[in-house]
C-alpha cells in the first residue's frame, strides 16, 4: 500500500457511544490540510450508519476517534462490522484516543492488541498528531500500535 493520496476521500467518525465533537473537527481539519476530501460523521455514529456512508462514498481510510474511554469496547464492534462486510472488508481503518479507562500500560496494550486483531491497521492508544502525520505518510502501513503518549486526547 503507497501512501495515502492527496485528494482522497477520508471517513472520520466518533464511536457509537462517544458524544464528543472538537477531537472529530481537529481530525477534519488536520486531514483537509493535507488536501483530503472528509466526510466527518460526527459523534455518537451508530456502526450501521458508518456502514452505509463507506459505502456510498468509497473513502481511502476511516479514522475513528473516542474521547469517553469506551473506544475499546466500541471500537472492537465496529472493526468487525466492518470486516465482516464483503464491501469493506480490506478498508483501511485506524482507531485513537482515549480507548479504555486504565491505567496500566499492560491492560492499554492488549486492548490495543485485541482492536488489531478485530481488523484495525492501527491503533494509537492516547494518540498524538505525529502518530496519524506518520500513519498517512508510511509508503506500507502496516499494523501498527503506538504506546500511551501525551498529546491531544482523543486524536489518533
Known sequence: M????????????????????WNLVFLQLLLEERGHRV????????????????????PALVVVSSVNGHGHVDGLHLAR?????PGLAALP???????????????????AA??????????????????????LDSPRPAPALTGARSGAPGTP
Open 2 to 21: 503507497r501512501p495515502l493520496d492527496t485528494a482522497s476521500t477520508v471517513v472520520v467518525t466518533g464511536v457509537e457511544s462517544d458524544s464528543h465533537t
Open 39 to 58: 466526510i466527518n460523521l460526527g459523534p455518537c455514529v451508530p456502526v450501521a450508519q458508518l456502514v452505509s456512508a463507506c459505502l456510498r462514498h468509497d
Open 81 to 85: 462490522t466492518l470486516r465482516a462486510h
Open 93 to 111: 481503518m485506524v482507531i485513537g484516543g482515549k480507548l479504555g479507562v486504565s491505567a496500566s500500560a499492560a491492560e492499554r496494550g492488549r486492548q
Open 114 to 135: 485485541d482492536l488489531l486483531e478485530a481488523g484495525f491497521d492501527a491503533v494509537f492508544d492516547d494518540g498524538r498528531e505525529e502518530d496519524l502525520r506518520h500513519y
